[in-house]
């Protein structure tokens, strides 16, 4: 309703705006240009700020640009994770069966990334 009196062709701060659609912001630009420098030396990063200014939503745009043939994208959202599952977590999205002891499981997905990263280039 109120998209029709503002005349727009869409409801806007919807969850879903197509990451092509975003507006360009400085910020913007220059956060994926950090992460983006980041990923290219597996470094870590951490993205920071205030509720509702665009943290997900830029994440979201840097992992749709991201070469699939170069880089592995693996999502873990868990308000209480606990460090064996961040390993069981992102080891079921490689497609492995997780060790029961966490020490275990990390050597296990250490093992698998240097798999990607020695045999595949990922
Ligand atoms: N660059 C952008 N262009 C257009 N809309 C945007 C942009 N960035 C964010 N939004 C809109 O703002 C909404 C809130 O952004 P987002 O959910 O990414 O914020 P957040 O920082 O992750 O919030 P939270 O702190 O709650 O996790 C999004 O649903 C989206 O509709
Ligand atoms: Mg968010």
Do not use: N
């Not at 630009?29 to 830029?58: N, S």
């Not at 749709?64 to 977590?89: N, Q």
Request: charged share 30%; glycine share 8%; proline share 3%.
């Amino acid at each position: 309703m109120f998209e029709a009196f503002y005349e727009l062709s869409r409801s806007p701060f919807s969850r879903d705006v197509p990451p092509s659609e975003l507006y360009e912001s400085a910020i913007l630009e220059e956060t994926l240009g950090r992460l983006e420098y980041a990923a290219e030396r597996q470094w870590f990063a951490v993205v920071t700020g205030d509720c509702g200014t665009g943290k997900t939503t830029t994440i979201r745009r840097f992992t749709e640009e991201l070469d699939a043939a170069k880089f592995k994208v693996l999502y873990l959202s868990d308000s209480k994770l606990t460090p064996r599952h961040f390993y069981k977590g992102l080891l079921e999205q490689l497609g492995c069966e997780s060790k029961f002891y966490r020490g275990d499981a990390k050597r296990q997905l250490h093992r698998e990334i240097e798999l990607m990263r020695g045999i595949h280039g990922l």
